[in-house]
């Protein structure tokens, strides 16, 4: 099956600083990629959608400024949080849709972020 | 927007018995319906997956069953092993490829031996 790789698994920050999650689609193209954030006992909910070639769209409530998303390849979408807090402290998630028409969905490894 | 309910929240079982996952979706456009299983600090696996065009799929011991009119699918899990124990979600969305899923809230189940 398709394969999404995302990348660090797992990382700790200092309130103040930046983090940048990596999402690769190793055997496909994905023009869309979609961004999860799940809190500890909690569901999966959706931050934002990335598309290639243009800008994301996020969701209600979900600071554009504060979770960057960059699509710049058919392969490729980057997560940065900027100026982490520990609220942000997180299991981020992000899944890409391995066929134009289809949105059976393949997921990276999760990232959990922890700001301290 | 679509909006998923699931439950039970939590679920616990005598393995070998079957357990039963219910959910609805608000969409009635929405037209695929995944159910996934978590385990703590993973990805969510794709375990059964059923279209709008079908009332009911199986896959050896994992069913899931769609009513459209009714919004409402469920997960039926027979002969529970203690390697079922897990976060079950349901998922809902039109399938598009530009769509993301909206997830249910999660079943904790608890299979035990």
């Known amino acids: 099956g398709a394969v999404v790789s995302q990348h660090p698994s797992r990382v700790i920050c200092k309130s103040g600083t930046s983090v940048k999650i990596e999402c690769r689609s190793l055997d496909f193209q994905a023009t869309t990629m979609f961004w999860y954030r799940q809190f500890p006992k909690q569901s999966l909910m959706l931050m934002a959608t990335?598309?290639?070639?243009?800008?994301?769209?996020?969701e209600q409530g979900v600071e554009k400024d504060k979770f960057l998303i960059n699509h710049a390849s058919l392969t490729l979408s980057t997560l940065t949080v900027t100026s982490a807090h520990p609220e942000d402290s997180s299991f981020y998630i992000c899944s890409a849709p391995s066929r134009a028409l289809s949105t059976e969905a393949f997921f990276g490894q999760g990232t959990r972020l922890t700001v301290v | 927007g679509e909006n998923v309910e699931q439950h039970p929240s939590t679920l616990s079982v005598q393995e070998g018995d079957s357990a039963v996952i219910k959910c609805t979706y608000s969409?009635?456009?929405?037209?695929?319906f995944p159910w996934y299983k978590q385990e703590l600090g993973k990805r969510p696996q794709l375990i059964i997956d059923?279209?709008?065009?079908?009332g009911e799929k199986k896959d050896q011991r994992i069913a899931v069953t769609l009513n459209k009119t009714a919004k409402h699918f469920s997960l039926h899990i027979t002969e529970t092993q203690p390697e079922d124990s897990a976060v079950y979600f349901c998922?809902?969305?039109?399938?598009?490829?530009?769509?993301?899923?909206?997830f249910g809230s999660g079943t904790r189940l608890q299979v035990q031996p």
């Open positions: 969409d009635s456009a929405s037209n695929y």
């Open positions: 998922a809902a969305t039109l399938d598009t490829g530009r769509r993301a899923l909206t």
């Open positions: 059923i279209r709008s065009n079908v």
């Open positions: 990335s598309n290639e070639g243009s800008k994301a769209t996020y």
